[in-house]
């Protein structure tokens, strides 16, 4: 996910709000799983990084943050996923 670095703000903060937004994107991934796949899911490990990057090309562009991620989970599937409505 990216987002626009504001430049009259903490840099700092800006990345805690943005690692926040994965972190929270990343917890209701179980429960979409659930929802369409599997009858349990745990989330058993994450790793993330965090980049800055100023896109400041000629006054066009601006700076952003960007968090990637990975996200580890274990998972009973359900017997007939096909069968789930979504």
């Known amino acids: 996910m990216t987002l ?5 703000e903490d840099a700092g903060a800006q ?3 943005a690692l926040h937004s ?4 990343a917890a ?3 429960a979409i799983v659930v929802e369409t796949v599997a009858d ?5 490990g994450m ?5 800055a990057r100023d896109r400041n090309v000629g ?4 700076s952003q943050v960007t968090v ?3 996200i580890t989970m274990k998972v009973k599937f359900k017997a007939n996923p096909s069968k789930t409505a979504l």
């Open 68 to 70: 990637t991620g990975q």
């Open 4 to 8: 626009p670095v504001k430049d009259d």
């Open 47 to 51: 790793a993330t990084n965090v980049n």
């Open 15 to 17: 990345q805690q709000v």
């Open 40 to 44: 349990t899911c745990e989330i058993t």
């Open 22 to 25: 994965f972190y929270k994107v």
């Open 28 to 30: 209701g991934s179980c």
């Open 59 to 62: 006054g066009y562009g601006g």
